[in-house]
T-cell receptor, first 113, second 118 residues
Framework: KNQVEQSPQSLIILEGKNCTLQ??????????LRWYKQDTGRGPVSLTI?????NTKSNGRYTATLDADTKQSSLHITASQLSDSASYIC????????????FGQGTTLQVKP | GAVVSQHPSWVICKSGTSVKIECRSL??????MFWYRQFPKQSLMLMAT?????????EQGVEKDKFLINHASLTLSTLTVTSAHPEDSSFYIC??????????????FGPGTRLTVT
């Protein structure tokens, strides 16, 4: 069964601290893995997209890693800011042209001052 | 990146009435658009794939006669919730994407529409 699981479910950190979110997937065949940030009451916004050949990709203070062998990905946030408070969703795309994405449940991050 | 807009951003309607939600791809000709539903504290669930000029493809368990989708142009798809019930209250999000599953084929999401059925 094609699934995407994220951990932790929620996380609270202090402003300025770093954090790492985890994503495990069982999607096959694998095409690419995406991390999205979703603010409350808004649509998701893309942070990174990685194919199986990419191990790491950065977008500002966000760095995503991918281990296609173990089917694990992580999103590392450096020097967190209050505006980082949001839900972070790991999304995997299968090798097809249907356009369907498989979503994780998301990790809710709260950054406190 | 491509910009996707939705209208309205929120709507309250009475049970039994119909509500239309518009999704516009402002700077990208989208042959394919997707409609998602998101309940509180849950992730997005794909409802249907909207194809320009043809019938939408619905996911299992989604009633096509209740959620009417029209994709009449490359920049506009509409979702009509017919005979709405309180359990239809949710956050509806659309996205655009010409193709998917391939590197560079990004899906851009709209800001969402909050539907509350009383």
């Amino acid at each position: 069964k094609n699934q995407v699981e994220q951990s932790p479910q929620s996380l609270i950190i202090l402003e300025g601290k770093n954090c790492t979110l985890q994503c495990n997937y069982t999607v096959s065949p694998f095409s690419n893995l995406r991390w999205y940030k979703q603010d409350t009451g808004r649509g998701p916004v893309s942070l990174t997209i990685m194919t199986f050949s990419e191990n790491t990709k950065s977008n500002g203070r966000y760095t995503a890693t991918l281990d296609a062998d173990t089917k694990q990905s992580s999103l590392h946030i450096t020097a967190s800011q209050l505006s980082d408070s949001a839900s972070y969703i790991c999304v995997v795309s299968r090798s097809s042209n249907t356009g369907k994405l498989i979503f994780g449940q998301g990790t809710t991050l709260q950054v406190k001052p | 990146g491509a910009v996707v807009s939705q209208h309205p951003s929120w709507v309250i309607c009475k049970s039994g009435t119909s509500v239309k939600i518009e999704c516009r791809s402002l700077d990208f000709q989208a042959t394919t658009m997707f409609w998602y539903r998101q309940f509180p504290k849950q992730s997005l669930m794909l409802m249907a794939t909207s194809n320009e000029g043809s019938k939408a493809t619905y996911e299992q368990g989604v009633e096509k006669d209740k959620f009417l989708i029209n994709h009449a142009s490359l920049t506009l798809s509409t979702l009509t919730v017919t005979s709405a019930h309180p359990e239809d209250s949710s956050f509806y999000i659309c996205s655009n994407g010409a193709l998917s599953g391939r590197v560079g084929d990004e899906q851009y999401f709209g800001p969402g529409t909050r539907l509350t059925v009383t």
